[in-house]
């Protein structure tokens, strides 16, 4: 996606963070930090990925990354309504210890109820568009999730009020960031503000 990018004309911050370390608050304020470090003035357009979605939305809600900062933002499978994974194996506290080994603390907190953070953030104002997937390659994670899902996330919880165009296409959470599709639509997106919903190909939008 980055290369891609770049080959369109951008300048490119691709960022990682220590998801199983901290809890979505504290990454917000140190991708921010970073974020702003790199360039404190200019209007910024964002691809996030899965749990990248809500860590942007808890900076821009808090303020550690000013709304007028935010040009257009494209969502690939982010968990903007919560993933019912986290509430099934919460339920079980043996998986639960497992979960949270593995996830940390900002996994723990996208639950889909009243605890979870999706609860708690703000619809968006900036332009966003979201892509979700409908492939999965986990029949015990789909069958936990109960309705067409991309192994990680329904496509129904991928949506967020307020949000400026949705897609679906046929291709699982994990690889979203790489279909070829997805890299189109994200650059549409990024140029016009909407995707390409007549585009040929494989989208289920």
Do not use: C
């Amino acid at each position: 996606m980055a290369r891609a990018l770049e080959a369109r004309g951008y300048e490119t911050l691709n960022l990682g963070y220590p998801s199983r370390r901290a809890s979505i608050e504290r990454l917000a304020e140190e991708i921010s930090a970073r974020i702003n470090a790199w360039n404190a003035g200019a209007r910024l357009d964002f691809v996030t990925h899965s749990l990248g979605g809500i860590v942007l939305r808890a900076a821009v809600a808090r303020g550690l990354l000013p709304l007028a900062r935010i040009d257009r933002v494209v969502m690939l499978g982010p968990p903007n309504g919560g993933s019912e994974l986290v509430d099934a194996f919460a339920a079980i506290p043996v998986l639960s210890a497992v979960y949270r080994r593995l996830t940390g603390p900002a996994g723990a907190q996208l639950g889909v109820g009243p605890a979870g953070i999706a609860s708690r953030l703000p619809p968006v104002e900036f332009i966003v568009g979201v892509i979700a997937g409908n492939r999965s390659f986990n029949p015990l994670f789909s069958a936990l999730l109960g309705a067409p899902n991309d192994g990680k996330v329904r496509v129904d919880r991928t949506q967020v009020r307020g949000m400026t165009d949705f897609l679906v296409v046929p291709h699982w959470h994990p690889l979203l960031m790489t279909a070829p599709i997805v890299i189109e639509q994200t650059l549409h997106f990024l140029e016009t503000g909407v995707f390409q919903h007549t585009r040929p190909g494989a989208i289920l939008s």
